[in-house]
């Protein structure tokens, strides 16, 4: 790596490698992945805080892999309900955005997600890095906010 006075790249090594580094312990964490266990009130959805999570992982790699291309995989299996990029509530009686609640402008978070979704997509490409979206469920996960 080049000079790094601040040790940025040490610390980040930490949290980011390189795939042929970590392969292995990747495919151990995969494999070993069970159902969340954390109680939840019953008529909620799981808090899920995706926005926050890709807030994150842009900005490690921003500042540890300036102008050097780099990727976030982000597996997730439904919406974001809390924080920004969030879709929809945690409450189960408030029902996801529709096609039409979008085509009529009725969809509650929409803009705020598009918005936040968008400046992200802006910070990755300054920096040649990509998000790579596996998802369970493409219409409960807020593909269409993330586009």
Avoid at 21 to 36: A, F, G, H, Q, V
Avoid at 51 to 59: P, Y
């Amino acid at each position: 790596m080049a000079h790094d006075p601040r040790g940025v790249q040490t610390g980040a090594r930490k949290f980011l490698m390189p795939v042929g580094e970590c392969e292995m312990s990747l495919s151990t964490i995969l494999d070993e992945l069970t159902i969340d266990s954390w109680p939840r009130p019953a008529g909620t959805r799981f808090l899920r805080c995706t926005g926050t999570a890709l807030n994150l992982a842009v900005s490690l790699l921003e500042v540890s892999y300036v102008n050097h291309g780099g990727r976030i995989q982000l597996f997730t299996a439904g919406a974001a309900t809390y924080g920004p990029g969030k879709i929809v509530t945690e409450n189960l009686e408030d029902s996801i955005r529709t096609y039409h609640d979008i085509k009529n402008d009725k969809a509650r978070h929409i803009r705020s997600a598009t918005d936040f979704y968008n400046a992200l997509a802006l910070r990755l490409t300054r920096n040649g890095h990509a998000v790579d979206l596996f998802i369970s469920s493409i219409d409960q996960a807020g593909l269409m906010e993330m586009k």
